[in-house]
């Protein structure tokens, strides 16, 4: 069903942007609003604010460039239109990051106990990208491998006017300033079809445009992993023409590809340098929500690496109080290694823990 509605109300318009309509389920019930629940949890933030300065810069300067690049607007007439929703948001940390150390996400699964929320009411949508397993797998074949991510991947989708009542939310800056009302007019985080909606156009994208590029759709789907590109060659210049069409490709869609990084030197040459990865190694992740991400590259010498993340750093701290079955249990739950390198090691860990429960130690 989310594949038939994609089909039928998806357009696109002369200068390449993609717009698609929320695939809303039928029969589902009333939808609230939400106003005076995003109100209370905005001023909840409002009071975060007072205690972290740093975060409330940052969080203004997020809203700013997301109003200033035109993916959210400020309503005027807040009662224009009965059917309407508010999603309240919040900030999640990505410090690992080398462009973005603060994103802002919005809750479309907030609800009042007599009414459904936004994302009751919409389609999921089918996995349509190879699962990470296979897309790291894949990555490993190549003798020329290079990464890239695709910028604000989500946001270069637009949201058809029509649905863009469901994506309300408030902010002002300052508390001097009144509370505004603004509608976000792009796929947004937080909504249960944000990835098929985005993942989808990027596939779409790969089918509308085969003529001028010897890509094939499946190579979108091989190679990425929502909006992290693993591609590579077994020569130098089959990854630079590689490289080259999957900027242009993109290029056609409004997406843009940056953050590169790659095991032979030549490919970055061949981008401008905003648009090279700074920090080393490389991480990937499959989920955005993981604060620490656990997968390392270093292109230079093309090997992976397993993160055992910060609890494993407080075994070495001074032992304040004992080691508790629960930093154990921490240590196992941050080991992110999906192709099971390191199965061997990770077992240790899980007979021990197991040994404690059999033990009854805390």
């Excluded at 200033?68 to 948001?89: C, N, V, W």
């Excluded at 508790?324 to 007979?351: E, H, Q, W």
Aim: glycine letters at 4%; proline letters at 5%.
């Amino acid at each position: 069903m989310c594949e038939e509605h994609f089909k039928k109300h998806t357009a696109r318009n002369d200068t390449g942007w993609y717009t698609v309509r929320l695939p809303r389920r039928e029969g589902q019930g009333r939808q609230g609003e939400l106003y005076e629940q995003a109100k209370q949890r905005f001023h909840q933030l409002e009071r975060r604010f007072q205690e972290y300065p740093d975060l409330h810069q940052a969080y203004s300067e997020f809203m700013q460039e997301y109003e200033e690049m035109g993916h959210m607007s400020q309503i005027k007439d807040t009662s224009s239109t009965k059917e309407r929703y508010y999603l309240p948001h919040h900030a999640v940390f990505k410090s690992p990051s080398s462009t973005t150390l603060t994103c802002i996400v919005f809750d479309g699964s907030c609800h009042l106990s007599n009414r459904m929320s936004l994302n009751d009411t919409l389609l999921v949508g089918p996995t349509i990208q190879q699962d990470l397993y296979s897309t790291v797998l894949w990555f490993r074949t190549y003798q020329i491998a290079f990464t890239a991510d695709i910028a604000k991947m989500y946001r270069q989708v637009r949201i058809h006017e029509d649905d863009r009542k469901l994506q309300r939310i408030l902010w002002r800056r300052s508390a001097d300033e009144p509370l505004r009302t603004y509608k976000l007019s792009t796929v947004t985080y937080g909504t249960a079809s944000a990835p098929y909606l985005a993942t989808r156009c990027l596939q779409q994208l790969a089918e509308d445009e085969p003529k001028d590029f010897s890509l094939t759709p499946e190579t979108l789907t091989n190679n990425f992993y929502v909006g992290d590109a693993l591609c590579g060659a077994n020569t130098i210049e089959d990854a630079l023409r590689l490289q080259q069409e999957l900027i242009a490709l993109l290029g056609q869609g409004r997406f843009h590809l940056h953050k590169f990084c790659a095991s032979h030197p030549s490919i970055l040459e061949a981008v401008p340098p905003d648009c090279t990865e700074m920090d080393v190694p490389i991480e990937l992740d499959s989920n955005e929500g993981i604060k620490k991400l656990c997968l390392l590259w270093h292109p230079l010498s093309d090997q992976f690496l397993i993160s055992m993340g910060t609890c494993a750093q407080r075994l070495r701290e001074p032992k304040i109080s004992p080691v508790s079955k629960r930093i154990i249990s921490s240590i196992v739950a941050t080991i992110f290694d999906p192709l099971g390198s390191i199965s061997p090691v990770v077992v240790v860990y899980k007979i021990f823990l197991q040994q404690l429960w059999l033990h009854k130690l805390d």
